[in-house]
């Protein structure tokens, strides 16, 4: 229900007038009564607004407090409420549509089937232990290590093997440009980025102190950041500007070397790279190694495969239908440790006295996987999830 209101304060005058929205629970988002004001946005308003409303009794929302709740009244499981975050924090489209997915629901399926197979499993070790006459246990526990390796163990896998893209997508990664003074570094950066941002000249020594500049590749977002050029040099600015770049690349997640195809001195990398760059291949040069990306950054040849080349060094994998990933580290943590505790299980079978333990370690792989969904006594994993929360959602 919508209706269009004045709010008025304590003395009756009129703060601002707005549209009220009453949402009635269990439809609402959070599963309980729930009323929005929609004002006209300025924040002097705004705050005014909140004033008198503590002033009535409400309260602040703390971090995260809406999507908690929705939690709490089951109107989202745990992996679809960090799926929240997820759609806010998602820096690309590609990012959002795997947010999205999660936020349907799809990841907590594929959970919730896990946990099913594991609880049938389970339920026929257990069984097994109070029917010690049976005289097929050998054929039943192949039988059984079979369905558990093709149901369970082999679906975590392939979802642990979509985690690297999945968490790259979210977290994103660190490019350092390195190499000898004007070889075309910032006009490298500002080629990949789309945007003049760098200051390019014939003169060497152009850059010195770092340029960071944001872009994506294949929707994995990237920190591109432009290096001084790497030389001996007497300059005390220049002297701290390479010893700056020299820090950035080693703790970059991938360092492009560039050199330039007409200057055969800038050609041996002075450091680790991940990717060699062969810049300028535009104008004369002898010839150049199989190594090297050849590009051209005034023609824009060869800037396309260098996109390739660094989405598939950072994981990307070319899917038509992209699948679900897993793109949270907790959920990666939890898997990991639930295909742990599965095969450690399916090492007792076989063993007579070692059966109560399999049927623990895997009752324990379905406490973790439940754990992703907010089943059970999670509530540290229920404040360290929403502490990461924007203040209210």
């Known amino acids: 229900m919508a209706t269009l209101d004045a709010w008025l304060d304590h003395a009756g005058e009129r703060l601002d007038q707005g549209i009220t929205l009453y949402f009635p629970g269990p439809a609402s988002y959070t599963g309980e009564d729930v009323v929005e004001l929609q004002g006209h946005g300025g924040p002097v308003l705004l705050q005014a607004l909140l004033s008198r409303l503590y002033e009535l009794g409400c309260e602040p929302a703390q971090a995260g407090e809406f999507t908690r709740r929705a939690v709490e009244h089951g109107k989202l499981d745990l992996s679809q409420a960090e799926a929240v975050a997820a759609c806010i924090d998602a820096a690309t489209v590609r990012a959002g549509k795997q947010a999205q997915r999660q936020l349907q629901g799809e990841f907590g399926i594929h959970i919730d089937r896990l946990m099913q197979r594991l609880t049938s499993l389970v339920a026929h070790v257990e069984a097994s232990l109070d029917f010690p006459e049976e005289e097929i246990r050998d054929l039943y526990f192949s039988d059984l290590r079979n369905k558990m390796v093709e149901t369970v163990v082999a679906p975590i896998k392939e979802m642990l093997a979509s985690a690297p893209l999945g968490e790259r997508l979210f977290e994103g990664a660190t490019v350092a440009l390195v190499g000898a003074p004007n070889v075309g570094k910032s006009s490298l950066l500002n080629a990949l980025s789309g945007r003049e941002r760098a200051i390019v000249s014939h003169l060497e020594g152009t850059t010195r102190d770092l340029l960071d500049v944001d872009f994506e590749v294949n929707g994995i977002p990237l920190r591109l950041t432009d290096t001084a050029g790497l030389r001996d040099s007497h300059d005390v600015v220049e002297i701290e500007g390479v010893r700056r770049a020299l820090q950035v690349a080693s ?22 790279a991940d990717l060699l760059l062969m810049n300028k ?36 994998i070319q899917m038509g239908d992209e699948g679900m990933m897993v793109t949270h580290e907790r959920h990666r943590l939890v898997l990991v440790e639930a295909l742990e505790c599965i095969e450690s299980g399916l090492g007792c079978l076989g063993n007579e006295e070692l059966l109560d333990l399999a049927a623990m370690q895997w009752r324990r792989a379905w406490g973790l996987l439940a754990g992703i969904l907010g089943i059970g006594d999670v509530e540290y994993i229920l404040d360290r999830v929403f502490s990461e929360f924007c203040i209210g959602k």
């Open 251 to 272: 703790t970059a997640d991938v360092t492009l070397f560039v050199a330039d195809a007409s200057r055969p001195d800038t050609w041996s990398p002075s450091i680790h």
């Open 281 to 316: 291949v535009d104008l004369e040069s002898g010839d150049i190694p199989d190594e090297y990306i050849q590009l051209s950054v005034i023609s824009g040849e060869g800037l396309n495969e260098l996109r390739s080349r660094l989405a598939s060094f950072l994981g990307d």
